[in-house]
């Protein structure tokens, strides 16, 4: 696709259930970055991967949340047993590796979580 | 991780120049700066980055300091679409860091 997709948009769920957010980044992307983004907030880091392999998971705020890239594509970011507090902004970003270090981040629309 | 100090607001009047500062005393030599915007309900979008010397493209200037301990980015001509929340970060194989930005206000 064009830019980075993420789904579903807007997604309501009750406590204690499980939801799986997906990330289809730019083609051809290496890098891709999952951040959360409250109210008013700037973004906050979550993880990222190069290709499918987890480089970083230190911003994941606790073992509820999961993330995986299997084929250096696609990615989805689980949260299990879903709290209150994990209501927010999910985007998603994509960045080219061809100049790793300079390569500006696509951002996707955001999947927008509401849990009751 | 590398931070970056940005002051929370700044207010600009309509066609006149805005100059927003960051400061990044812990920068790395191998470090990028780059910044971002984010429009009200949308998410950031790049605006401009460099590494020690200043950058202009067509949305921005970038300007850094001799140690690039500090920059600034530079609107030359604010309008009220410019009005949205600016962030600097470093940009680095590393995981990237937001901070809080700098919402900017455009007076009319």
């Known amino acids: 696709g064009a830019g980075v997709s993420q789904s579903p948009r807007y997604k309501v769920t009750k406590r204690g259930q499980d939801v799986a957010l997906r990330c289809d980044p730019i083609?051809?992307?290496?890098?891709l970055y999952w951040y959360r983004q409250a109210l008013g907030q700037g973004p906050e880091f979550l993880t990222y991967?190069?290709?499918?392999?987890?480089?970083?998971k230190s911003g994941l705020p606790n073992d509820r949340f999961s993330a995986e890239r299997p084929e250096g594509s696609i990615s989805t970011l689980t949260i299990q047993r879903t709290e209150q507090r994990d209501s927010a902004m999910y985007r998603c970003?994509?960045?080219?590796?061809?100049?790793?270090?300079?390569?500006?981040?696509?951002f996707g629309e955001g999947s927008r979580l509401t849990v009751l | 991780d590398a931070k970056t100090t940005q002051p929370n607001s700044m207010e600009s009047n309509e066609e006149e120049p805005v100059h927003l500062p960051c400061n990044h005393s812990?920068?790395?030599?191998?470090?990028?700066i780059h910044w971002y915007r984010q429009l009200p309900s949308q998410g950031p979008e790049y605006v401009i980055h460099?590494?020690?010397s200043n950058v202009n493209n067509r949305m921005a200037s970038l300007a850094i300091a001799e140690d690039r301990k500090s920059s600034t980015l530079i609107l030359h001509r604010a309008t009220l679409r410019d009005a949205a929340v600016y962030y600097c970060?470093?940009?680095?194989?590393?995981?990237?860091?937001f901070g809080k930005g700098t919402r900017l206000h455009i007076l009319p």
């Open positions: 970003a994509s960045s080219s590796s061809r100049i790793k270090y300079t390569g500006e981040l696509f």
């Open positions: 083609s051809g992307h290496v890098s």
């Open positions: 991967f190069n290709y499918e392999a987890q480089q970083d």
């Open positions: 812990t920068i790395s030599g191998t470090d990028y």
């Open positions: 460099g590494l020690t």
């Open positions: 970060i470093l940009r680095s194989p590393r995981k990237i860091i």
